[in-house]
């Protein structure tokens, strides 16, 4: 290792960590990544991911790699404790107003498989497997972090004036900033069971949640050849108690239907507890909390992979816009204040979908029956379980709202193509002006020497429609696709634009599906 102090030390190469490792190598920052294990975590976890995060995978460009190991999923259904539909939520499997499908399904070593290939293309990244963080101490404006190499039990010591913490559940960052976990009072003991058949078990091809009191259950297929079961466990049983096929046939029956034992291969079968849970600080001075470390979600709605992304998407332009100068470092307070009442919705909305499915004994089979043909006008539920979008964002420095209802600012602009090009594509990781207005030569080279690209909403285009919708002409979008400000002129949004030039390292340049070439 030659460069001491690191500009960024990461702790955790799961998903979280890589992504946010590419994203500053995509903006040239040199950063450590430091890793427990030498290679992906090779267990089942993750199954889906949506489509706000797919734009996420275009821009690390993987998206291709990604497409050859998911599998689109046709929405949500939940049923009752005979298999009877309640209510069914669709997805378009085709290409939503963010570029793709709603819903993907996928197994997540596969998918670490590719983001760690992928990083290897990103030369101020250094990942270093094998190596333990036991500790860490501020020293001034850096921080050392302690770590121990597991194979000679050698301890090293690295300064780096940013840390991120994206160790997971039982983040050792977490503890060493003082930050706890609060309850967000959901927990249940499950049975999470992968298997590999080739045979067809002919369902519908979607998330199926059983609702009941007793054995709630999820199923859903998550590859050409690999299923998900999971199963709420009663009071008296563990893991131990379904080893094999045999012993699981009960509980899968109803999916698995007159396929043979014998064509079944269990992958593995494993007992989770499902938490709601979120960190009451995520950060302290430069250290900064990501992922499993800041917040852990039941899988209900199959938002836990996605909301470490979400983290890192947004954190990592600005971590490199303040390195690099550019950006003010109050651009990091907005960290936390923007992703934290974003992953509790999420949460709360994981939790009432689990109780729902198992909450009330039998008495709640019949208000479910009543109900669940409802939900779509329940408004917390309208967005994410009925239309398949996430909430905006809270108001910050880089989130402007005015006072009034329905806006664009906070929410996520979206990825229409442009002349063969999606619109991530085109802008790459810096902010976009999206005008319906002509702007003079003058105000597009102040803009652009500001580091901004400036796409021209044509009428009647999909962003022109996008702008009208809430009665604006103009929008800043900023690198990590969230509108900051839209509002009815050039000059105001010129007045609100920050400068965010990251030396010469704009991202990798990225064909139409947003991979770099
Ligand atoms: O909202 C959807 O379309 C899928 C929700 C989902 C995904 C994965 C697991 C799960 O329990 C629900």
């Known amino acids: 290792m030659t460069t001491n102090p690191f500009p960024v030390a990461i702790v955790g190469a799961g998903p979280t960590g890589v992504t946010a490792a590419t994203l500053l190598g995509q903006y040239g920052i040199e950063c450590l990544l430091l890793d427990r294990w030498t290679d992906v975590y090779p267990q089942p976890r993750a199954v889906h991911l949506d489509d706000e995060i797919c734009r996420i995978l275009a821009r690390l460009g993987v998206y291709e790699d990604f497409v050859a190991i998911s599998r689109p999923a046709n929405g949500l259904r939940l049923l009752d404790s005979h298999m009877r539909l309640l209510a069914e939520f669709r997805r378009d499997t085709a290409c939503s107003e963010h570029g793709y499908a709603k819903a993907n399904m996928f197994d997540q070593p596969d998918l670490e498989a590719v983001l760690r290939s992928n990083l290897g293309r990103y030369r101020s990244v250094t990942l270093r497997g094998n190596s333990e963080v036991v500790g860490m101490a501020r020293n001034g404006d850096l921080t050392t972090v302690v770590f121990a190499d597991r194979a000679t039990g050698e301890q090293h010591r690295v300064t780096a004036r940013y840390v991120l913490g994206c160790d997971g559940a039982n983040s050792v960052v977490r503890a060493a900033i003082g930050s706890t976990m609060r309850d967000l009072k959901f927990e249940q003991r499950w049975l999470v069971v992968d298997i590999a058949t080739v045979a067809e078990l002919n369902q519908w091809e979607g998330v199926h949640q059983v609702c009941d009191p007793i054995r709630a259950a999820t199923y859903m297929r998550i590859g050409a050849t690999r299923y998900r079961w999971e199963f709420r466990l009663l009071p008296h049983e563990s893991a131990a108690d379904y080893s094999d ?31 709601a849970q979120l960190a009451d600080q995520w950060r302290s001075d430069n250290i900064f909390l990501l992922g499993d470390a800041a917040h852990l979600t039941p899988p209900f709605i199959g938002q836990g992979m996605g909301a470490g992304l979400r983290d890192a998407m947004n954190l990592s332009w600005k971590l490199a816009g303040v390195l690099a100068g550019t950006l003010p470092a109050s651009a990091l307070d907005t960290y936390e204040t923007e992703r934290k009442p974003h992953a509790r919705t999420m949460i709360l909305l994981a939790r009432t979908i689990g109780t729902a499915m198992t909450a009330g004994g039998r008495p709640g089979e019949v208000l479910r029956r009543a109900i669940a043909p409802r939900l779509r006008h329940v408004p917390g539920l309208k967005s994410k ?4 979008a996430t909430p905006a964002l809270s108001h910050t420095d880089l989130v402007l709202k005015p006072y009034l209802p329905l806006q664009l600012a906070g929410t996520l602009c979206p990825n229409p193509e442009l002349d063969g090009r999606r619109f991530d594509a085109v802008v790459r990781g810096r902010f976009a002006v999206v005008t319906a ?26 962003l022109d429609t996008w702008l009208q919708s809430r009665r604006a002409t103009v929008a800043i979008v900023r690198p990590d696709h969230t509108v900051m400000w839209a509002g009815r002129d050039l000059h105001t949004l010129s007045a609100r634009l920050p400068t965010f030039v990251v030396g010469d390292h704009a991202p990798t340049p990225t064909n139409a599906q947003g991979r770099p070439q």
């Open 385 to 388: 379980i009925v239309d398949g």
């Open 437 to 462: 207005q002509r702007p003079s030569d003058a105000q597009r080279r102040d803009l652009e020497q500001r580091g901004a690209v400036v796409v021209t909403a044509g009428r009647g285009s999909d």
């Open 245 to 275: 096929i045999a012993a699981l046939q009960p509980l899968i029956a109803p999916w698995t239907g007159r396929v043979l034992a014998d064509q079944l291969t269990l992958i593995r079968v494993a007992e989770y507890t499902f938490r």
